[in-house]
């Protein structure tokens, strides 16, 4: 993919490839010229090699499905190449591959040349670096609540703990007024 093409995109959200595992949609946070960076919904920061993206694709009209801001002072790791990236997430939790068969997370251990290292458990994994596709970590931004959400939560809220007041006054009534009625029967 070429660099300059997609640099007017950042900011624009965009799908990363049209189907399959590792199809995604979010904001274009950059680009560089062997890997790029969206923020996703649900997986946060996610690193494509842009060597592996098939396409990209932009709803000019209606935008697409995207429910995120990004907030003020939101930071994640830049690097001007993939592999400089990989070093600077060494010993952190990564994902890499986002589905499919070669799915893989762990501690980033390792960086060389032709392969990373990864350590998942008592496993030791190695894979090449050219079938690395994508690569997150465990930077995620959460969904701001608006305020009316907020207010109409706590209103519900407390509209039960009435009607259950209300339901534990009847009862309680209910009880006293046959206590009274079996001591007047006796």
């Given amino acids: 993919m070429n660099k300059e093409l997609f640099t007017h995109m950042i900011g624009k959200v965009l799908r990363i490839d049209r189907g399959g595992p590792e199809s995604r949609i979010g904001i274009l946070l950059g680009i560089t010229d062997d890997h790029l960076a969206i923020l996703t919904e649900q997986e946060g920061v996610v690193y494509y090699k842009?060597?592996?993206?098939?396409?990209?694709?932009?709803?000019?009209?209606?935008?697409?499905?995207?429910?995120l801001e990004i907030p003020e002072g939101f930071?994640?790791?830049?690097a001007p190449t993939f592999k400089s990236l990989l070093g600077d997430l060494k010993s952190q939790w990564v994902n890499i591959n986002r589905g499919g068969p070669e799915k893989l997370e762990g501690v980033l251990f390792d960086i060389n040349d032709e392969f990373i290292t990864l350590i998942f458990n008592e496993e030791v994994i190695r894979l090449a670096m050219f079938h690395i596709r994508s690569i997150?970590?465990?930077?995620?931004?959460?969904k701001q609540k608006n305020e009316d959400e907020k207010s109409g939560n706590n209103k519900d809220n407390k509209s039960?703990?009435?009607?259950?007041?209300?339901?534990?006054?009847?009862?309680?009534?209910k009880s006293k007024k046959s206590k009274d009625n079996k001591s007047e029967k006796k």
């Fill in 136 to 142: 997150s970590y465990g930077v995620k931004v959460e």
């Fill in 160 to 173: 039960e703990e009435k009607s259950g007041k209300n339901k534990d006054n009847k009862s309680d009534e």
């Fill in 50 to 67: 842009t060597d592996h993206i098939k396409s990209i694709t932009e709803n000019v009209k209606k935008g697409l499905e995207f429910n």
């Fill in 75 to 78: 930071s994640y790791k830049t």
